[in-house]
């Protein structure tokens, strides 16, 4: 099912140079924050669940998930390579899952580990916060990873979309509509992140977590049947 | 040996019909896909090689001798009185990329590659057993290793033109499909890929070009399918073509010092069928039958008879003007 060679040029393709710069600018700033943080305050365990919940998990995840989710094909349908994949005996579901497999390992270096490195230099992984949240933020790479990378097969404006949803269903509508968390990829994975942590870590999901775990499953498992249904119908547009 | 079969195959996009049920059938050889810009032929050929899918009709493929098998056509074939074309359809079958390498129009292809890298990627997609292997015999069949180590990024139009021809031969495939695949290049790189072709199709593979140049398609192409307006126009030997596009009745605007002497003296020739004396452009509208011997005469008889030509201008060579001669024909 994983195709090496679709995953090389994938990954070279997501790791070219701007995409790149782009990718560590918002890890690099979380790392900074944290250790101005820690170097001012001191360790608090209420400080490192904001600045991992708040930020890191809230809008950090899902912005390099749109990233890497979308780059990882979108770039390549914009374009016309995609033919020469395409062209090819390979499964369409072994590209879409090796795609998956490289997006969500970009998104997960390049999130959940630094939300680990910026635990640790909070609070020492204190209540177990930092696991706590570094898994949740992988699991979360994982879910943003399989519906952008979907989003980039069905729309040209995944980026947008991508960016829309990120910012204003899981930042702002989230926050202001009760039943809007249910369908958030970011509660779901604070359903993990609340049971690893300790009690008195004050991490929170309006999800159980045994409706998480299935609604992780269905996202990912969904959309990416979905990209590979498209993907086997994929369309060219004549230039002409 | 394999054979494309187009069985009344039609496309459209919403209100627009970019083709118009075509039914023909490409075998091996070199066959040329002519017609004007827009006429159709890059859908047509997007259907050919599975990334499209016809409106209605079917598009399948017939791979000869060593067919494993392939299922009978389902789809496609709706009413009973026919009998399916042969093959397996192309549309959502990935088995089919064995048989068919595409050349597509468009530029883009992973630019951040090398040459080498990008032909090696696709003879790996191929599962080929030995890719580097096919990969260097590709590149050597068009004449790339010198710029191999080369990005993509870096390449001129006519390189690009031959990486990518690279890319679809290196898995020997038994068709070929070509997307105006001359565009851009130099004469020299032309007569190479011209050489090429001819060379694939002389080793009994199905090789498949579009085009809007006619001179293109007569140098290479012992077979021509002519597309006009996503209608099937013509189909057949290039002379046969050739002859029909050359003897249609030209039309030319004549403005002289005597137009009415002047359409007295050509009447009375063979090569001219009606001339019209043209009151507001102050001008002779001429139809000529023959060509060569019109061209020929119409300076004679000028200045047999001292007049001087101020304006001999044809007044539908247009590409398209030719090509709907052809539909009509």
Same mark, same amino acid.
């Given at each position: 099912?994983?195709?090496?060679?679709?995953?090389?040029?994938?990954?070279?393709?997501?790791?070219?140079?701007?995409?790149?710069?782009?990718?560590?600018?918002?890890?690099?700033?979380?790392?900074?924050?944290?250790?101005?943080?820690?170097?001012?305050?001191?360790?608090?365990?209420?400080?490192?669940?904001?600045?991992?919940?708040?930020?890191?998990?809230?809008?950090?995840?899902?912005?390099?998930?749109?990233?890497?989710?979308?780059?990882?094909?979108?770039?390549?349908?914009?374009?016309?390579?995609?033919?020469?994949?395409?062209?090819?005996?390979?499964?369409?579901?072994?590209?879409?899952?090796?795609?998956?497999?490289?997006?969500?390992?970009?998104?997960?270096?390049?999130?959940?580990?630094?939300?680990?490195?910026?635990?640790?230099?909070?609070?020492?992984?204190?209540?177990?916060?930092?696991?706590?949240?570094?898994?949740?933020?992988?699991?979360?790479?994982?879910?943003?990873?399989?519906?952008?990378?979907?989003?980039?097969?069905?729309?040209?404006?995944?980026?947008?979309?991508?960016?829309?949803?990120?910012?204003?269903?899981?930042?702002?509508?989230?926050?202001?509509?009760?039943?809007?968390?249910?369908?958030?990829?970011?509660?779901?994975?604070?359903?993990?992140?609340?049971?690893?942590?300790?009690?008195?870590?004050?991490?929170?999901?309006?999800?159980?977590?045994?409706?998480?775990?299935?609604?992780?499953?269905?996202?990912?498992?969904?959309?990416?049947?979905?990209?590979?249904?498209?993907?086997?119908?994929?369309?060219?547009?004549?230039?002409? | 040996?394999?054979?494309?079969?187009?069985?009344?195959?039609?496309?459209?996009?919403?209100?627009?019909?970019?083709?118009?049920?075509?039914?023909?059938?490409?075998?091996?050889?070199?066959?040329?896909?002519?017609?004007?810009?827009?006429?159709?032929?890059?859908?047509?050929?997007?259907?050919?090689?599975?990334?499209?899918?016809?409106?209605?009709?079917?598009?399948?493929?017939?791979?000869?001798?060593?067919?494993?098998?392939?299922?009978?056509?389902?789809?496609?074939?709706?009413?009973?009185?026919?009998?399916?074309?042969?093959?397996?359809?192309?549309?959502?079958?990935?088995?089919?990329?064995?048989?068919?390498?595409?050349?597509?129009?468009?530029?883009? *292809?992973?630019?951040? !590659?090398?040459?080498?890298?990008? %032909? #090696?990627?696709?003879? /790996?997609?191929?599962?080929?057993? =030995? +890719? $580097?292997?096919?990969?260097?015999?590709?590149?050597?069949?068009?004449?790339?290793?010198?710029?191999?180590?080369?990005?993509?990024?870096?390449?001129?139009?006519?390189?690009?033109?031959?990486?990518? *021809?690279?890319?679809? !031969?290196?898995?020997?495939?038994? %068709? #070929?499909?070509?997307? /105006?695949?001359?565009?851009?290049? =130099? +004469? $020299?790189?032309?007569?190479?890929?011209?050489?090429?072709?001819?060379?694939?199709?002389?080793?009994?593979?199905?090789?498949?070009?579009?085009?809007?140049?006619?001179?293109?398609?007569?140098?290479?192409?012992?077979?021509?399918?002519?597309?006009?307006?996503?209608?099937?126009?013509?189909?057949?030997?290039?002379?046969?073509?050739?002859?029909?596009?050359?003897?249609?009745?030209?039309?030319?605007?004549?403005?002289?010092?005597?137009?009415?002497?002047?359409?007295?003296?050509?009447?009375?020739?063979?090569?001219?069928?009606?001339?019209?004396?043209?009151?507001?452009?102050?001008?002779?509208?001429?139809?000529?039958?023959?060509?060569?011997?019109?061209?020929?005469?119409?300076?004679?008889?000028?200045?047999?008879?001292?007049?001087?030509?101020?304006?001999?201008?044809?007044?539908?060579?247009?590409?398209?003007?030719?090509?709907?001669?052809?539909?009509?024909?």
């Amino acid at each position: 099912m994983f195709h090496p060679t679709v995953a090389r040029l994938t990954y070279r393709a997501l790791l070219g140079r701007r995409r790149a710069l782009l990718l560590c600018a918002l890890p690099a700033l979380l790392i900074v924050v944290a250790c101005a943080v820690r170097a001012m305050n001191g360790a608090d365990d209420q400080v490192t669940t904001q600045l991992l919940g708040g930020f890191a998990l809230a809008t950090m995840v899902p912005l390099i998930g749109v990233i890497a989710g979308t780059g990882a094909i979108g770039p390549e349908i914009d374009d016309g390579s995609v033919v020469y994949l395409l062209s090819k005996p390979v499964r369409r579901t072994s590209v879409i899952l090796t795609k998956l497999v490289v997006a969500s390992g970009v998104t997960v270096v390049f999130s959940a580990v630094p939300v680990f490195v910026a635990g640790f230099v909070l609070n020492g992984n204190s209540q177990q916060i930092a696991v706590a949240y570094t898994v949740a933020a992988a699991v979360a790479s994982l879910a943003y990873s399989a519906l952008f990378l979907m989003l980039a097969t069905l729309s040209r404006h995944a980026v947008v979309i991508g960016l829309i949803y990120a910012l204003i269903w899981e930042a702002l509508f989230g926050s202001l509509v009760s039943g809007a968390k249910m369908l958030s990829v970011q509660q779901w994975s604070l359903a993990l992140a609340e049971k690893i942590a300790g009690a008195g870590a004050e991490i929170t999901s309006d999800v159980a977590l045994p409706a998480a775990i299935v609604l992780l499953l269905v996202a990912v498992v969904g959309s990416s049947a979905l990209a590979g249904q498209k993907l086997r119908s994929l369309t060219l547009a004549g230039e002409d | 040996m394999s054979t494309l079969h187009i069985d009344r195959v039609s496309r459209w996009f919403g209100n627009v019909v970019a083709v118009n049920d075509i039914t023909m059938t490409i075998g091996p050889g070199v066959t040329g896909l002519l017609g004007p810009n827009g006429a159709g032929k890059s859908t047509l050929i997007h259907m050919m090689s599975g990334f499209l899918a016809p409106s209605s009709g079917s598009v399948t493929l017939e791979t000869g001798g060593t067919a494993s098998g392939a299922p009978a056509p389902v789809d496609g074939a709706g009413d009973g009185e026919r009998t399916p074309p042969p093959g397996t359809p192309v549309w959502r079958h990935e088995e089919s990329y064995r048989h068919i390498g595409l050349v597509p129009e468009r530029e883009g *292809m992973y630019d951040f !590659l090398t040459g080498h890298e990008f %032909v #090696l990627a696709n003879a /790996e997609l191929h599962q080929l057993s =030995d +890719p $580097r292997a096919a990969a260097a015999e590709a590149l050597a069949t068009v004449e790339m290793e010198h710029a191999q180590d080369r990005r993509i990024s870096t390449y001129s139009k006519g390189m690009r033109q031959r990486v990518k *021809m690279a890319s679809a !031969l290196v898995h020997q495939p038994s %068709v #070929l499909l070509l997307d /105006e695949p001359f565009n851009g290049m =130099d +004469p $020299r790189q032309r007569m190479q890929l011209m050489e090429l072709l001819r060379r694939m199709g002389d080793e009994g593979r199905t090789v498949l070009f579009s085009s809007h140049i006619l001179e293109e398609v007569e140098q290479l192409a012992s077979h021509i399918e002519v597309i006009v307006a996503g209608r099937h126009a013509a189909s057949g030997d290039f002379r046969k073509i050739r002859r029909l596009m050359t003897d249609r009745p030209h039309r030319y605007l004549v403005r002289s010092s005597d137009d009415r002497k002047l359409a007295g003296a050509l009447i009375a020739d063979a090569s001219t069928a009606g001339i019209e004396v043209d009151q507001q452009e102050d001008a002779l509208r001429i139809q000529a039958v023959d060509f060569t011997r019109f061209t020929a005469l119409l300076p004679r008889v000028a200045r047999e008879h001292g007049i001087r030509l101020y304006t001999v201008s044809p007044s539908d060579e247009s590409l398209e003007s030719v090509f709907s001669y052809l539909v009509a024909a």
